[in-house]
């Protein structure tokens, strides 16, 4: 097996706890002029944090040599395709899954799962849905940080659940759709993933919801192989 790919930063050797300037920096709000803006799902804009801004933030809240994030394993690939509800058209596309592990010195190592798409077969549009896989999941993992690393933004504020955003629209629809291809429907779907996380598919938020895409799609290749 290969040794893990370094992405960002280089730890030099640990301290206990994180120092009171970086919780200090870590507990206030994220300046509203590095958020971005994207059209999602029907239109819909959607507020998001840049990766570049997030390795900035990184860099500028724990310091240079002092945090690193690196990919646990090689990114994974599954064929996929939708149906269009409206038309009936089949649409295939791609989707990678990367596992990130985020470490930084005097705290405990932070992984998430990450995803990137795409509908070109070309090489150049496949290293781009890679990048963006490895990209989400280190930003997924930083989230766990704090509001520095946008977290506020996917979260409802007065009830502290995770808000209704396209991301999360996005990616359920993904499940559903990975259902659908292991010959469930989406009932059946939303029932046994309930049963697995433990609380009520509706209730899961974007991290959640990324790493069942990632057990579906291996579930599905494992199915695709077996056939």
């Known amino acids: 097996m290969s040794a893990p ?5 280089d730890l030099s050797p640990p301290r206990i706890g994180l120092p009171d300037g970086v919780l200090q920096q870590l507990s206030q709000p994220l300046d509203p002029n590095l958020i971005a803006q994207r059209k999602g799902a029907k239109g819909r804009p959607v507020r998001y944090l840049e990766g570049h801004q997030a390795i900035n933030q990184a860099n500028r809240i724990f310091g240079y040599g002092r945090w690193g994030a690196r990919v646990v394993s090689a990114p994974s690939y599954q064929d996929l395709t939708r149906t269009d509800r409206e038309t009936g058209e089949v649409q295939s596309f791609g989707m ?3 596992v990130v592990c985020v470490e930084v010195a005097g705290c405990a190592p932070r992984s998430e799962v990450g995803c990137g798409f795409t509908l070109d077969e070309s090489r150049e549009a496949h290293d781009t849905a890679i990048k963006a896989a490895v990209t989400d999941a280190m930003k997924r993992a930083l989230r766990q940080f704090g509001d520095q690393f946008a977290n506020a933004l996917y979260q409802r504020g007065a009830t502290g659940r995770s808000a209704v955003t396209p991301e999360v629209t996005d990616l359920r ?7 659908a291809q292991l010959g469930l429907s989406d ?3 939303r029932q046994q993933v309930a049963r697995k996380a433990g609380r009520p598919f509706a209730d899961l938020n974007a991290g959640e919801l990324a790493r069942v895409i990632r057990a579906m799609a291996d579930a599905l290749g494992r199915k695709q192989r077996a056939a």
């Not at 790919?5 to 930063?9: F, V």
């Not at 629809?173 to 259902?179: E, I, K, Q, S, W």
């Open 96 to 98: 990678y899954w990367a």
């Open 187 to 189: 009932t059946t779907t």
């Open 5 to 9: 790919l370094a992405i960002a930063g």
């Open 173 to 179: 629809a993904t499940a559903l759709r990975l259902g």
